[in-house]
């Protein structure tokens, strides 16, 4: 079956009707897909045998990102997230890079590094030559730890030793985790060889836990934007693509801007990584420690003018997230989700991720360089406001465009809004007053 994420006029449809055309078109079941989303994807008694002391579940607004085209192929991104407007942005701008042939991405394989901490190590250097020497016995007794991992064609695969001075001295012990995020697998192998590092070593032991910074398990995305497809309102696609890489420029020099640049990229990111059921805790330590690999921290994403004339684009950072495993298992949102986004692998999975980030980050980043980010944001925003004073059905709308028009995007403009459009008598005092007290 060719997948297809353009659904023009998606926006406007009913719920049902945005459901059914697309378990329609990704393969799923209508009923099945309704069933998993209107209750939060969680009971409350699987959420209570979860974590701990759980008094109920807590649901957030579950989304389709569209026009998402990676390596030619066409995937709905699974976006769980509060924030307005992050949805709609992120899919404007995955279809404008669609106009340049979509994003071309590539994975490192999925391997994590499982850390072994050894304190009081006299000897740094012979210790590490142990270690070489050992490799083959090592990787054999990490592997009889995580045998179904092994199975799969994952496990251990290279051993790494860095003495940290002062005696500390640490192992790193590389681990193939295949479709598993692999934080358990990891910690189970550390665990399992720390005793016999230690002996080897002539340590004693420390941690033995994995590393959240999984610079092996890295994504890099490039995207070549043709000049016309960014033209806005009545600026040139010259003027846009010119004011996104100097927003670029701005973030590579700036670390103030730099985390606002990469907080973008994380609204796109997060979004889809939460809806996947993955630990989005993980994602973001291993995504800002890497940020900040230099020494001083950087734009994940960066822009520059292709010889062309064209933008190009290009992300990296790392993403260890698994499509077994974790909570995947028991949230009927986080099945959903992966079922409908189509991914095959943690490998495919982290391209779309990285995608869904590099296109939240351009749309940002297009806004900014023309009229700000407040115009878009604001209507989408006036609805959630609609919404917290009680407008239900048609009156979300009608009370967010008239809060928006009358530039009024405030609790007290939407009540106001809501008891015009519902004929409440009391609206010209209420208005009267506003003006006096506003005076
Ligand atoms: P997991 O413990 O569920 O292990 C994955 C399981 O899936 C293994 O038993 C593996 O054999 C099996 N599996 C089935 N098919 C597989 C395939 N194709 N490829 C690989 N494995 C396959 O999960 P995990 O991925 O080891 O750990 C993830 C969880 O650990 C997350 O919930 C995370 O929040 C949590 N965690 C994170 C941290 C951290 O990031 N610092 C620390 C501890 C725990």
Known sequence: MTRNSRFPGFYRLSLEERRRLTAEALGLDVREMTRALSGGGIDCATADKTIENVVGTYALPFAFGLNIKVNGVDYVAPMVIEEPSVVAAASNAARIVRDGGGFHAEADLPIMISQVQLDDVADPASAARAIVEHKAELIAL????????????????????RD?????????????????????????????????????????????????????????????????????????????????????RFAERDVYRATTHNKGVMNGVDAVVVATGNDWRAVEAGAHAYAARSGRYSPLCTWRVGDDGSLLGYLEMPLALGIVGGPSRVHQGARVALQACGVKSAQELAMVVACVGMASNLAALRALATDGIQRGHMLLHARTVAIAVGAVGDLVERVAEEIHLRGNVTMDGARLALARLTGNPAVDELDSARVVVTQ
């Open 142 to 161: 990490a592997n009889r730890a995580v045998p179904s991992l092994v199975a799969r064609g994952g496990g251990a695969v290279d051993l790494e030793t």
């Open 164 to 248: 940290l001075g002062d005696g500390i001295f640490v192992v790193h012990i590389l681990v193939d985790c295949r479709d598993a995020m692999g934080a358990n697998l990891v910690n189970t192998v550390a665990e399992e060889v720390a005793p016999r590092i230690a002996s080897l070593t002539r340590g004693r032991m420390g941690l033995r836990i994995l590393s959240n910074l999984s610079d092996q398990r890295c994504v890099r995305v490039r995207a070549s934007i043709p000049v016309n497809a960014l033209s806005l309102d009545a600026h040139s696609g010259e003027e846009v693509r010119d004011g996104i890489v100097r927003a670029s």
